[in-house]
């Protein structure tokens, strides 16, 4: 591998990374204050992905837009997969798992729920949206901006880069430094007393979810205008943002944004030193080989118990 396909593959790695760090900040976020596995969080990246679709659809971009525009058709876009992944989340929350809580079901019981729920929301958007892949219009011209030690870095990679940056600046700003982050901490440390403390626990946890929904629905948009949005988009990048959940330490929203980062360099090496069907595989046996030495994950640390 030359210096310069060096570079050109590292940037496509942390464009990579910077998505699924995006999608496993909401696995992260979910299993800090419930301990819930939360597998539907796969089908809120794919309704995002739908959301910003549906929006520029009715929009209808011009063919040659201006810069202005163009930052506006990606805006939208943003704000209309975080719209509905927030209300995707918000329902999951509210129908799937508020119930189970308050009946103190057996966690058993809330992994299947989430199975279920995620087989749902797979059928129910290929049925609305039908099972082939549909194109994102076309929102700007594709072009090089700049290049990182000879790589180039095109527009849709610097969107999706500097957007994720935000977001996780954003989220990690929430919960250390707000109220609504307080309680996210308080109740992962431990409900009971932060019940008797007066924090509402219901409030917290759709909250959380809904920041979760927020997050993983702008990633489904992003994902999308690099690509195309089906029904299936989310099965894969879903399982590949909670292993990298898992490898930062699942329940630390920082340990989430490396986890992600680090799979994402992992599989963007392994394909350019292998071919595109070991992708997976490289990614997986880091994971394997982390949490053989620490079961925690690179920043895990204990959770507390669910609410």
């Known amino acids: 591998m030359s210096p310069s396909d060096f570079w050109d593959v590292l940037v496509l790695g942390v464009v990579l990374g910077s998505l699924y760090a995006v999608i496993a900040i909401g696995y992260t976020l979910v299993y800090g204050v419930l301990q819930l596995l939360n597998f539907a969080h796969s089908e809120v990246f794919m309704s995002g992905g739908f959301g910003g679709l549906i929006a520029l659809t009715i929009v209808e971009p011009v063919a040659e837009p201006s810069v202005v525009q163009s930052a506006w058709y990606v805006v939208l876009g943003m704000c209309a997969g975080a719209a509905l992944g927030g209300v ?57 901006l700049f290049s990182v030690f000879g790589a ?61 929904g927020l997050m993983g629905g702008v990633a489904g948009f992003l994902f999308g205008t690099n690509l195309q949005v089906e029904y299936t988009m989310g099965f894969l990048p879903g399982i590949t943002a909670f292993a990298a959940a898992v490898l930062g330490g699942i329940g630390n929203v920082r340990g989430a944004m490396l986890g992600g980062l680090t799979l994402g360099i992992v599989e963007a090496f392994t394909v350019e030193l292998t071919s595109d069907s070991w992708r997976y595989v490289g990614a997986f046996a880091v994971l394997v080989l982390v949490l053989m030495f620490r079961p925690t994950g690179i920043l895990g640390e204990r959770v507390g118990r669910a609410a």
């Not at 798992?97 to 966690?107: D, I, S, T």
């Not at 299947?112 to 994102?136: C, E, H």
């Not at 527009?155 to 109220?179: E, P, S, Y």
Request: glycine residues 8%; charged residues 20%; hydrophobic residues 50%.
């Open 152 to 212: 180039s870095v095109n527009v849709t990679q610097a969107i999706i880069v500097v957007a994720a940056v935000l977001m996780l600046v954003g989220v990690d700003f929430v919960v250390n430094r707000t109220k609504l982050g307080s309680g996210i901490r308080a109740v992962a440390q431990d409900p009971e007393v932060a019940s008797l403390m007066g924090v509402d626990i219901d409030k917290v946890v759709s909250r959380t979810f809904v920041l979760g």
């Open 88 to 144: 995707v989340a918000f329902g999951l929350e509210r129908v799937a798992y508020r119930p189970l809580r308050r009946r103190h079901a057996p966690r058993l019981v809330f992994l299947i729920t989430a199975v279920g729920a995620s087989f749902f929301l797979y059928n129910l958007a290929g049925k609305l949206f039908g099972r082939q892949p549909i194109p994102m219009p076309d929102m700007y011209e594709n072009r090089r």
